[in-house]
């Protein structure tokens, strides 16, 4: 079936530093999602990406979606101790959303 | 309204018990969709409502797994005879679909734990 690979698996930054991390599939996918999931909680949805080549912001969040349309990538400037948790990338296949298996956020005191 | 809500948080089981979670959706929402997440996974597509009608099960859904949402509002999902690898979040979302977007709003989750 349909995969999506995430990387990296985990980071871990100091505060204040930029993140970036991205999402491939072998497969094309007409939406791309970004989610962020905190211990407990359910995944919240950060960035939704609907055209090739698009570039969209919420906030210190910048997320493209790949020309090709079988890549993603997140970028978080200014990283701030909030940020820490899991972030997904995730794709629309049909009516469900297949999703990556995770980038692990840590902050660095 | 605040979102959508999952009962209970969590569920410490025995293996061979029957266990039953509910899902409100956001209540203008038509679609509702059960997914299951295990540890250092992401969450995996197991059903989904559009109104009362299931429409799609994923084969991760064995014959042990019944969901239902009988008035088109809130679903439940039962799992009869656990085991211990149904061990998991099982997280609910809901959607609006006939707008400009799909957008899947995903519940705070149940989480199981089959002794």
């Known amino acids: 079936g349909q995969q999506l690979n995430q990387s990296p698996q985990s980071m871990f930054i100091q505060e204040g530093e930029d993140v970036s991390m991205n999402c491939t599939s072998s497969s094309i996918f007409n939406t791309w999602l970004w989610y962020k999931q905190d211990p407990g909680e359910g995944p919240v949805l950060l960035i939704a990406l609907y055209k090739a080549g698009e570039l969209t912001s919420n906030g210190r969040l910048t997320a493209q979606f790949g020309i090709t349309r079988k890549d993603s990538f997140l970028n978080i400037s200014a990283s701030i101790p909030s940020d820490v948790g899991i972030y997904f990338c995730a794709g629309f296949l049909g009516d469900k959303i297949i999703f990556g298996k995770g980038t692990r956020l840590h902050i660095l005191p | 309204d605040t979102g959508v809500s999952q009962n209970p948080r969590h569920k410490i089981t025995k293996r061979g018990q029957n266990v039953t979670f509910r899902c409100d959706p956001i209540s203008e929402h038509n679609r509702l969709y059960w997914y299951r997440q295990t540890l250092g996974q992401g969450p995996e597509f197991l059903t989904y409502?559009?109104?009362?009608?299931?429409?799609?099960k994923s084969r991760l859904l064995s014959d042990r797994f019944s969901a239902e949402r009988p008035k088109g509002s809130f679903s439940t999902l039962e799992i009869q005879r656990t085991e211990q690898g149904d061990s998991a979040m099982y997280l609910c979302?809901?959607?609006?679909?006939?707008?400009?977007?799909?957008?899947?709003?995903f519940g705070p989750g149940t989480r199981l734990t089959v002794l």
């Open positions: 409502f559009q109104n009362e009608a299931q429409l799609e």
């Open positions: 979302a809901s959607s609006f679909s006939g707008g400009a977007t799909d957008t899947q709003y």
